[in-house]
């Protein structure tokens, strides 16, 4: 029958446990010498080696003829242990067994001198699991058990251990294995399997492995099954992104090309895998170009073995860090979104739209955004321009009244051709309901030296100002007044500041050869002129009698 690499391999001896050799040292020392506590309690993330060293002590603590602090793995009582025909060593689910009689049977056990072996072993795994009331019932026994027993806890929630546990036992924590440590260890089991596993897809599984070996044995027991297995197997077979996959859809977020993010998303998608994996998986493509982009020193240590540092360099041209970061924020968001979406593919498109298109609430302050768009500036990267806003012609009545004195203009209108409320008013000789008139708006164009006043604005005003001005900002002239529409509050701030302000004055006076008025205005802003009703009528009807009416 088939067993599971994980368990084939699991390691026999404490020198066979990789990545945590500051607790199997500690261990052998104290078999050696003879000094072992009486209740133990490992702690650390899944797949560390919490369960693989508590069998281990178990039968290093009754071996008859340990080597170095290890078991033989020969003598009768680790052939006992091994294959489960000795029951003085107990391993109990805690997640099953958590009830307060489960823990007053095991205290019972106790009482009960070993019949094969030296000691009575329990191991308690996943030893948070157990009820307050249980945990009350163990409190005595661990305290003060029989010489011949020894308790090993274990769990990977250690907050949820009461401290009244904690201070009874001699605690060691398991810390996650390292990825190069992890893929020396799947190339050695491949090789003793006859598995042709490549360098790069150890590496691969390393990374996803997260820090668990346990996981790692498991990914390339599926991964396997195949045969041969390599970079492409891995992905294909885990559902996940490789190193090419993960800096291409990446490019793309970079320059903004929305289409082709969303078509590798549908490929992924119609391959199977799994979008938050792929979100997950970006986070780290993330942590990594930040690292290279952000740090001073050689950081090729500390990224992951998936991505070389060349790599990294050439997608962080174009990328400030402060895009990276809200990059991770836009995904972060996304995920938490996609645990409880009820359509997946739909969350990880909508996450790509913001990635494409980060706006300044993204970013985390004004500096962030603007080193942003500097750096897409510096590296040739597009970036999206203002669209371009033409001003709406002002609106003009088909009859225009005669200019005063004009010795050719027609003779006012009689009744049939008055107004509707002008003729009321002579045939009745009583004042008529006006009809509310259009307000009038404020002729506004394309101010023409506009491309020449940010030119001249250039080095003198700050950098950051003067690069929103130029990509979210437009000037238009509106009652001989230069008007600064801004797409953006933030662009609009930066214009409004003094010292800004004085500049373009300055500059602005200088094109138009005269002082000009200049004001700052966010799109969707523009001022609405309040009318006075009561005047507007008196107005409408002087004009409607041929009266001259002069506005001031």
Same mark, same amino acid.
């Given at each position: 029958?088939?067993?599971?690499?994980?368990?084939?391999?699991?390691?026999?001896? $404490?020198?066979?446990?990789?990545?945590?050799?500051?607790?199997?040292?500690?261990?052998?020392?104290?078999?050696?010498?003879?000094?072992?506590?009486?209740?133990? &309690?490992?702690?650390?993330?899944?797949?560390?080696?919490?369960?693989?060293?508590?069998?281990?002590?178990?039968?290093?603590?009754?071996?008859?003829?340990?080597?170095?602090?290890?078991?033989?793995?020969?003598?009768?009582?680790?052939?006992?242990?091994?294959?489960?025909?000795?029951?003085?060593?107990?391993?109990?689910?805690?997640?099953?067994?958590?009830?307060?009689?489960?823990?007053?049977?095991?205290?019972?056990?106790?009482?009960?001198?070993?019949?094969?072996v030296k000691k009575r072993v329990f191991i308690i795994d996943e030893v948070h699991m157990l009820s307050t009331g249980a945990f009350n019932a163990l409190l005595k026994t661990l305290e003060e058990p029989p010489e011949h027993v020894l308790f090993i806890l274990a769990t990977t929630e250690l907050h949820k251990v009461p401290a009244t546990i904690l201070s009874r036992c001699q605690r060691f924590d398991f810390r996650r294995i390292g990825a190069e440590d992890i893929a020396r260890r799947l190339?050695?089991?491949?090789?003793?399997?006859?598995?042709?596993?490549?360098?790069?897809?150890?590496?691969?599984?390393?990374?996803?492995?997260?820090?668990?070996?346990?996981?790692?044995?498991?990914?390339?027991?599926?991964?396997?099954?195949?045969?041969?297995?390599?970079?492409?197997?891995?992905?294909?077979?885990?559902?996940? &992104? #490789?190193?090419?996959?993960?800096?291409?859809?990446?490019?793309?977020?970079?320059?903004?090309?929305?289409?082709?993010?969303?078509?590798?998303?549908?490929?992924?998608?119609?391959?199977?895998?799994?979008?938050?994996?792929?979100?997950?998986?970006?986070?780290?493509?993330?942590?990594?170009?930040?690292?290279?982009?952000?740090?001073?020193?050689?950081?090729?240590?500390?990224?992951?073995?998936?991505?070389?540092?060349?790599?990294?360099?050439?997608?962080?041209?174009?990328?400030?860090?402060?895009?990276?970061?809200?990059?991770?924020?836009?995904?972060?968001?996304?995920?938490?979104?996609?645990?409880?979406?009820?359509?997946?593919?739909?969350?990880?498109?909508?996450?790509?739209?913001?990635?494409?298109?980060?706006?300044?609430?993204?970013?985390?302050?004004?500096?962030?955004?603007v080193e942003a768009l500097e750096e897409k500036m510096k590296h040739g990267v597009p970036v999206a321009a203002a669209p371009a806003q033409t001003a709406a012609p002002a609106r003009q009545s088909d009859e225009m009244p005669p200019p005063p004195g004009d010795e050719d203009a027609p003779p006012p209108p009689d009744d049939g051709d008055a107004? #509707?409320?002008?003729?009321?008013?002579?045939?009745?000789?009583?004042?008529?309901?006006?009809?509310?008139?259009?307000?009038?708006?404020?002729?506004?164009?394309?101010?023409?030296?506009?491309?020449?006043?940010?030119?001249?604005?250039?080095?003198?005003?700050?950098? #950051?100002?003067?690069?929103?001005?130029?990509?979210?900002?437009?000037?238009?002239?509106?009652?001989?007044?230069?008007?600064?529409?801004?797409?953006?509050?933030?662009?609009?701030? &930066?214009?409004?500041?003094?010292?800004?302000?004085?500049?373009?004055?300055?500059?602005?006076?200088?094109?138009?050869?005269?002082?000009?008025?200049?004001?700052?205005?966010?799109?969707?802003?523009?001022?609405?002129?309040?009318?006075?009703?009561?005047?507007?009528?008196?107005? #409408?009807?002087?004009?409607? $009698?041929?009266?001259?009416?002069?506005?001031?």
């Amino acid at each position: 029958m088939y067993q599971a690499l994980y368990r084939k391999w699991r390691p026999q001896t $404490f020198a066979d446990v990789i990545g945590q050799q500051h607790i199997t040292d500690t261990l052998r020392a104290q078999l050696r010498s003879g000094r072992l506590s009486h209740a133990y &309690l490992f702690t650390g993330t899944r797949g560390t080696g919490k369960t693989t060293c508590a069998k281990i002590l178990a039968r290093a603590v009754n071996c008859e003829h340990p080597v170095n602090g290890d078991p033989c793995n020969e003598c009768a009582s680790c052939r006992g242990i091994l294959d489960g025909s000795v029951l003085d060593v107990t391993e109990i689910d805690a997640a099953s067994n958590n009830g307060v009689d489960n823990i007053r049977d095991l205290r019972d056990e106790t009482r009960y001198t070993p019949a094969q072996v030296k000691k009575r072993v329990f191991i308690i795994d996943e030893v948070h699991m157990l009820s307050t009331g249980a945990f009350n019932a163990l409190l005595k026994t661990l305290e003060e058990p029989p010489e011949h027993v020894l308790f090993i806890l274990a769990t990977t929630e250690l907050h949820k251990v009461p401290a009244t546990i904690l201070s009874r036992c001699q605690r060691f924590d398991f810390r996650r294995i390292g990825a190069e440590d992890i893929a020396r260890r799947l190339l050695d089991v491949a090789a003793g399997e006859g598995i042709g596993l490549t360098e790069g897809a150890a590496r691969l599984i390393a990374r996803l492995a997260d820090g668990a070996m346990r996981d790692a044995l498991s990914m390339l027991d599926r991964a396997a099954a195949a045969g041969a297995v390599d970079e492409q197997t891995v992905t294909a077979a885990l559902g996940v &992104l #490789g190193q090419d996959d993960g800096i291409r859809l990446a490019e793309h977020l970079k320059t903004g090309d929305l289409a082709a993010a969303v078509a590798l998303i549908d490929e992924y998608y119609n391959a199977g895998r799994d979008l938050a994996a792929v979100y997950d998986q970006m986070l780290g493509l993330i942590r990594d170009a930040l690292l290279v982009k952000t740090s001073k020193t050689d950081v090729s240590a500390l990224i992951s073995p998936a991505y070389t540092v060349k790599s990294l360099q050439k997608l962080c041209d174009g990328l400030a860090a402060s895009t990276l970061i809200a990059w991770s924020r836009v995904i972060g968001e996304a995920l938490d979104h996609m645990r409880s979406a009820a359509n997946r593919r739909v969350e990880a498109e909508l996450c790509a739209v913001r990635l494409c298109s980060l706006g300044a609430e993204q970013y985390d302050t004004l500096s962030g955004r603007v080193e942003a768009l500097e750096e897409k500036m510096k590296h040739g990267v597009p970036v999206a321009a203002a669209p371009a806003q033409t001003a709406a012609p002002a609106r003009q009545s088909d009859e225009m009244p005669p200019p005063p004195g004009d010795e050719d203009a027609p003779p006012p209108p009689d009744d049939g051709d008055a107004p #509707g409320w002008v003729a009321e008013e002579m045939a009745t000789g009583q004042p008529a309901a006006k009809p509310k008139a259009e307000q009038p708006r404020p002729s506004a164009a394309a101010w023409p030296q506009w491309t020449q006043l940010l030119e001249a604005l250039t080095g003198k005003i700050n950098t #950051g100002a003067h690069t929103n001005l130029k990509l979210s900002a437009k000037g238009i002239l509106e009652d001989g007044a230069l008007v600064i529409l801004c797409e953006d509050g933030i662009t609009a701030m &930066l214009a409004k500041a003094e010292s800004t302000m004085k500049v373009i004055r300055e500059q602005a006076a200088a094109l138009a050869g005269a002082p000009i008025k200049v004001k700052v205005r966010e799109a969707g802003d523009e001022p609405v002129p309040q009318k006075n009703a009561a005047v507007e009528e008196i107005i #409408g009807r002087a004009k409607a $009698f041929d009266i001259q009416v002069k506005e001031l």
